[in-house]
């Protein structure tokens, strides 16, 4: 299983790399959208700086969008990581529904498995193997489109059951599973990265728009054709970029945060139905079990028989 497993983990960076590339192409649209709703200019240009100050219009207004280069790219960076949340929103709304799925897969299929051994029927295991585990309607179950493209809960069954030697032991299962968990972890909260990164540069790109707009402020009155009373209130807009842009970069931070938080929370309750509803109930422990107990199943029985005989042959004597 060490082929698939490394497989799976293959086909996992690829579809967050697919992701980066998503949100890279969203950007576009929801920068549009963000500039639309944010790209206002300061209006009453004639006001008292303390009087812009203390109105939410001068905050909220990006009067430096219009100037330099660089008011595209910040506003595409932001459109990316706006994206980029909202994708990641949806992706983990899909993940938590695909779980149901398989929850309710894992209930129906195993509802007939006993739970400890079975009181009077110890041979009900070598009876009918597949009692132990119905593998081929799980694999079924985990096959089914579209889940089996983007749930993981039905990638993670389908590496569970599957197995070309026969029924897969618990013993063989837990390893399977503890792999995929770390596989899980570590590519879920990596996938991160990149996102950090590209909020970490917002606040660098508003840096540099705000210093070129301060420059483009400072040159008339270097000039001398403009006093620094008329044109405060442009003097002070002049920071609104970096300071937007840092708080854009705070509110990216805490959607993040959360949203990494409640992924956490959904790779934990998958863990957790792993082992309660599937590998807590299988009862083989290895991968020889089966063998051992109808060597040993025939092995008394042999013994049983050869009793008999001898309390025939005893019997017959007495006569």
């Known amino acids: 299983m060490e082929y698939g497993i490394r497989r799976y983990e293959a086909s996992q960076r690829l579809w967050w790399f697919a992701f980066l590339l998503l949100c890279l192409l969203c950007g576009f649209p929801a920068s549009a959208r963000l500039q ?41 960076l932001a459109g990316v990581l706006f994206a980029c949340l909202l994708l990641r929103t949806l992706w983990l709304g899909f993940q938590i529904a695909g779980t149901f799925v398989v929850a309710k897969a894992l209930k129906r299929h195993l509802s007939a498995l006993p739970k400890g051994p079975m009181p009077g029927r110890p041979e009900w295991l070598m009876d009918n193997p597949t009692k132990a585990l119905p593998g081929d309607r799980l694999a079924r179950e985990a096959s089914r489109l579209p889940w089996s493209l983007f749930s993981l809960a039905h990638k993670r069954l389908r590496l569970l059951v599957s197995n070309g030697r026969g029924i897969p032991s618990s013993d063989e299962m837990v390893q399977r599973e503890q792999r995929l968990e770390g596989v899980d972890w570590h590519l879920v909260g990596s996938s991160w990265d990149a996102f950090r990164s590209l909020s970490r540069a917002l606040p660098l790109l508003g840096f540099v728009q705000s210093a070129w707009v301060f420059y483009l402020w400072l040159q008339p009155i270097l000039d001398g054709t403009q006093d620094v009373g008329s044109t405060a209130v442009a003097g002070v807009a002049s920071l609104l970029a970096l300071v937007q842009t840092v708080g854009a970069a705070l509110a990216f931070g805490v959607g993040s945060g959360f949203l990494s938080r409640l992924e956490n929370l959904y790779l934990s309750r998958l863990d957790g139905l792993f082992y309660d509803q599937l590998l807590a109930r299988v009862p083989l422990h290895n991968a020889d079990t089966l063998l051992i107990l109808k060597t040993l199943a025939d092995h008394f029985r042999d013994i049983q028989e050869r009793l008999k005989r001898l309390e025939q042959a005893v019997t017959r004597e007495r006569v």
């Not at 006001?47 to 109105?55: F, R, V």
């Open 36 to 76: 639309s709703w944010f790209g206002r200019s300061l209006a009453g240009g004639s006001l008292k700086p303390k009087e812009a100050l203390q109105g939410a219009d001068f905050w909220l207004s990006t009067p430096w969008a219009s100037q330099g280069l660089l008011a595209s790219a910040v506003f595409y």
